[in-house]
């Protein structure tokens, strides 16, 4: 690994780093680490997700075997209408993504094509909704290299449980949004 001077050390502000990482050779990077168990990724049982943000997909985790699902859902979410959303309480993230979608769309975009382009912020709503649990913590690791991916690791005593919550209100919000779809012109309930 090269040699960085960070030009931030002379500040004063005190700020410890992992020193404990040099005296072993460890190529696992601190964020590859359960922040729980301290086992590398994949070797416990915390992992939620492990995210590639450069290629905007999930790599590994108890997300890994609902992620047909879970990303059916939000492709779905993401081409509804942000007020719906809004509505139906989904929070700023994703109604961030709706009104991305929408401004392709509203280029000419097909939907499929607009979701696909939102893609990175469709992850980072996931992402962002998954640590709305308490239990979940995020760590993440930054390409070093150029040919490395930036990584986000998110872990929880229970990883299935966060999946299925996430699942959860994916479903809920779509069951919102579509009535929403239905009830318009009667008025906005509370
Ligand atoms: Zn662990």
Same mark, same amino acid.
């Given at each position: 690994m090269p040699t960085r001077?960070?030009? !931030? =050390?002379?500040?004063? !502000?005190?700020? %410890?780093?992992? @020193?404990?990482?040099? =005296?072993?050779?460890? @190529?696992?990077?601190?964020?590859?680490?359960?922040?729980?168990?301290?086992?590398?990724?994949?070797?416990? =049982?915390?992992?939620?997700? /492990?995210?590639?943000? /450069?290629?905007?997909?999930?790599?590994?985790?108890? *997300?890994? #075997?609902?992620?047909?699902? *879970?990303?059916d859902l939000v492709e779905h979410l993401a081409a509804s209408d942000p007020d719906a959303l809004k509505v139906a309480g989904a929070g700023p993230v994703l109604e961030h993504v709706a009104s991305l979608v929408r401004d392709e769309t509203e280029e000419g975009v097909s939907a499929a094509d607009a979701v696909a382009i939102c893609y990175p912020q469709l992850m980072a709503a996931l992402s962002h909704m998954m640590q709305e649990e308490e239990d979940v913590t995020a760590t993440g690791i930054d390409a070093a290299t150029g040919d490395d991916s930036s990584v986000e690791n998110?872990?929880? &005593? !229970? %990883? !299935?449980?966060?999946?299925?919550?996430? *699942?959860?209100?994916? &479903?809920?919000? *779509?069951?919102? #949004?579509?009535?929403? +779809?239905?009830?318009? +012109?009667? +008025?906005?309930?509370?």
């Open positions: 001077k960070n030009p !931030e =050390d002379d500040l004063p !502000e005190d700020r %410890p780093e992992d @020193e404990e990482e040099d =005296d072993e050779d460890d @190529e696992i990077p601190a964020g590859g680490l359960c922040p729980i168990c301290e086992s590398p990724a994949g070797e416990c =049982d915390h992992l939620v997700a /492990t995210i590639d943000l /450069t290629y905007s997909e999930f790599v590994a985790g108890a *997300i890994f #075997v609902h992620e047909r699902v *879970i990303l998110l872990w929880a &005593q !229970e %990883p !299935e449980w966060v999946v299925e919550r996430l *699942i959860e209100r994916l &479903q809920g919000l *779509i069951e919102e #949004v579509d009535e929403e +779809g239905r009830d318009e +012109g009667r +008025g906005t309930k509370d």
